[in-house]
């Protein structure tokens, strides 16, 4: 007679039976240094904490310019968000009416002194344009449903391929210019994707999972 194996009836927990993890996977990665944002070295440092100021407000560790420690923000650190089917991030909060029903999430950050982000001179928040860059070429290339209504074309990116440069400005009372330079990223997937953002080695890195 061959032997069957088989369950008692009422003698299984559902809970004890191992199940595959839910794959996910890279849909692409992205990185940048921070050594060449600018060929003069004082503007190029501008530009880098800037960036890793922005990044400091994105993941929660800074909310204001009270939580600033430098050293701290300088750092090697890792963090990530993510973005369920039909939702949106925005790189800053100031967007189009058509997003603000899907507007999840948002860097969290004005890029303004009040903020401690520094200047070169020119503007307050120099750099974070390449921040927002990078992540639209790896929303881009992973896919995703990306608008970045204003090309950051009036000047080179190192490290970005020109066609994927995003121009970021935000003001108090300007509503308008604000929301054209903002970069929108809605996951078009039927599963949540996940944005990894590390620095490591004085690059900055973005990873997007499904």
């Known amino acids: 007679m061959p032997f069957a194996f088989g369950f008692l009836p009422g003698t299984v927990n559902n809970n004890d039976i191992a199940t595959p993890a839910e794959s996910r996977y890279i849909l692409t990665r992205k990185e940048m240094s921070l050594d060449n944002r600018y060929p003069n070295s004082f503007v190029n440092d501008v530009f880098k904490k800037n960036i890793l100021l922005n990044l400091a407000y994105a993941s929660g560790k800074v909310s204001s310019v009270k939580d600033i420690v430098w050293e701290e923000i300088t750092k090697p650190f890792q963090f990530e968000f993510s973005l369920e089917p039909s939702k949106t991030f925005a790189f800053h909060q100031d967007v189009a009416e ?59 990116i190192p490290d970005i391929p020109k066609n994927y440069g995003v121009s970021i400005y935000y003001t108090p009372g300007a509503s308008g210019s604000n929301s054209r330079q903002n970069l929108y990223i809605t996951n078009n997937k039927g599963n949540p994707v996940t944005f990894k953002f590390a620095y490591l080695n004085n690059k900055v890195s973005v990873e997007i999972v499904q």
Not at 99 to 121: I, P, Q
């Open 98 to 156: 058509k997003y603000r029903e899907s507007l999840v999430k948002t860097t969290n950050a004005h890029f303004n002194a009040l903020e401690g982000f520094k200047t070169d001179g020119y503007l307050f928040g120099d750099g974070v344009c390449h921040l927002a860059s990078l992540i639209n070429q790896a929303a881009q290339e992973a896919g995703l449903t990306v608008e970045a209504p204003v090309n950051h074309d009036f000047a080179q």
